[in-house]
């Protein structure tokens, strides 16, 4: 069963917008990663968040945590339309590499 | 990052028959995953690819309909056998790096 939920489920906004979605979990974890997947392919990995940080930027990517309300959100600034893909939000309980996927959001970026 | 190989890259299958998809890492790591997406959903974990012993499954997936196989630490196979069209999914290589997950670029299946 999926752990994660994620919305919003679809977001359209236009080139040089910022994107923001969040992810809410159900237990606690080790870990929490945020992956892009282009069209139905392989998972590109974004970033990962450990329990005990609360923010974390790579390049145009900001991702919070927030543990006691079981959420994350990922922050894309200043979009391209290269950025539109699947956004999946994963968390790691026991074993750090083992994940359980949110539901996703569907990012498109238009001209 | 490990970097993950994954063949074939996609199929069309009869039903009734089996496909064994490959996943290769270009280095050795710890932990193989095997992961299914099924049309417009995420994914959901099959299995812990467990070198030299039998895999793990989660609740709802059995050894005799998805076969796994991980010889060493930098190769594994996922086996789906007699396929039904609901078989019709991506199925996704994953290797465990500390505590990052890499995953390969995925096996689309089509069961007609």
């Known amino acids: 069963s999926q752990q994660g939920e994620e919305d919003p489920q679809a977001l359209s906004i236009q080139e040089g917008e910022n994107a923001t979605m969040n992810c809410s979990y159900k237990t606690s974890i080790n870990n929490l990663q945020w992956y892009r997947q282009n069209s139905g392919r392989g998972l590109v990995h974004l970033i990962l968040i450990r329990s005990n940080e609360r923010e974390k930027h790579s390049g145009r990517l900001r991702v919070t945590l927030d543990t006691s309300k079981k959420s994350s959100s990922l922050l894309i600034t200043a979009s391209r339309a290269a950025d539109t893909a699947s956004y999946f939000c994963?968390?790691?309980?026991?074993?750090?590499?083992?994940?359980?996927f949110g539901t996703g959001t569907r990012l498109q970026v238009t001209l | 990052s490990a970097v993950i190989s994954q063949k074939p890259s996609r199929d069309i299958c009869q039903r009734g028959t089996s496909l064994t998809i490959q996943c290769q890492v270009d280095s050795q790591v710890t932990m193989m995953f095997w992961y299914r997406q099924q049309p417009g959903q995420s994914l959901t974990l099959i299995a812990t690819?467990?070198?030299?012993?039998?895999?793990?499954?989660e609740s709802g997936f059995v050894i005799d309909k998805f076969p796994i196989s991980r010889p060493n630490l930098t190769f594994s196979t996922l086996t789906v056998s007699n396929m039904s069209p609901e078989d019709s999914s991506i199925y996704l290589c994953?290797?465990?790096?500390?505590?990052?997950?890499?995953f390969g670029q995925g096996t689309r299946l089509t069961v007609v």
């Open positions: 994953s290797a465990g790096q500390g505590s990052e997950a890499f």
């Open positions: 994963a968390t790691a309980a026991g074993t750090a590499s083992k994940l359980t």
């Open positions: 690819a467990n070198q030299g012993s039998e895999a793990t499954y």
